[in-house]
């Protein structure tokens, strides 16, 4: 499969937990997305890498989140003390470049998270 | 600031009727929109995409949609609803300011009947 994938599928934890979700993007896309997926509602986003600098993350919602993507290909959001509110579905994706002739994104499964 | 407002979270046809799923925009430049669907416990999946080329979008199932300037719309359609359309689709429009990022809509829950 040359697809995004993610890891794992499924994740619960219990409150004040730290948890660490996998992104393994399609090979040599230099673009990497994630986004955060409440119930009920679009994908709103959280981070951007641009190989493996972190270029955006203005969508993070508090200082609990942190990712990474150290080598520029798999990346890693991690949620540090995890609250209820944290409950959502991560997408992840990746693109193969920065162009506008370039933005088409691919989406991973996604990594749900129930915080309990 | 961009944003993207979807008309209806849930829209049932009868299987064969027509699809319309209703998007509007909020840009002040002439912006890149997509349609996207999501299967349950799936990723998101490209329908069609708008970049200011054709404003009839043909795509993937035999969607379409149509950027009309004057109305800020860019409606899904399908002519012919058939059961395994039944999923949620978003729309999304590209931010300006670089990286590509995407802003969806709240999305729109398709239910098809027999």
């Known amino acids: 499969g040359a697809g995004v994938s993610q890891s794992p599928r499924y994740k619960v934890a219990k409150r004040g937990q730290d948890v660490a979700l996998r992104c393994d993007p399609i090979?040599?896309?230099?673009?990497l997305f994630w986004y955060q997926q409440a119930l009920g509602q679009g994908p709103e986003f959280l981070t951007y890498?641009?190989?493996?600098?972190?270029?955006?993350k203005s969508g993070l919602p508090s200082d609990r989140f942190f990712a990474e993507r150290p080598e520029g290909s798999v990346s890693t959001l991690k949620i540090q003390r995890t609250q209820q509110e944290d409950s959502a579905v991560y997408l992840c994706?990746?693109?193969?470049?920065?162009?506008?002739?370039?933005?088409?994104?691919?989406f991973g499964p996604g990594t749900r998270l129930t915080v309990t | 600031a961009q944003s993207v407002t979807q008309l209806g979270s849930h829209v049932s046809v009868s299987e064969g009727a027509l699809v319309l799923l209703r998007c509007n925009y909020s840009?002040?430049?002439?912006?890149?929109l997509f349609w996207y669907v999501q299967y349950p416990n799936q990723g998101l999946q490209l329908l069609l995409k708008y970049t200011s080329a054709a404003t009839l979008v043909k795509g993937i199932n035999g969607f379409e949609a149509e950027f009309k300037k004057s109305e800020t719309s860019f409606h899904l359609t399908k002519p012919s609803a058939h059961m395994s359309d039944a999923a949620e689709y978003f729309c999304?429009?590209?931010?300006?300011?670089?990286?590509?990022?995407?802003?969806f809509g709240a999305g729109t829950r398709l239910a098809v009947h027999p």
């Open positions: 999304a429009v590209r931010t300006l300011g670089g990286y590509n990022k995407l802003i």
């Open positions: 994706a990746s693109s193969v470049g920065t162009g506008t002739g370039q933005l088409l994104q691919y």
């Open positions: 840009s002040s430049v002439p912006p890149y």
């Open positions: 890498f641009q190989n493996e600098a972190q270029l955006d």
């Open positions: 090979s040599g896309h230099v673009s």
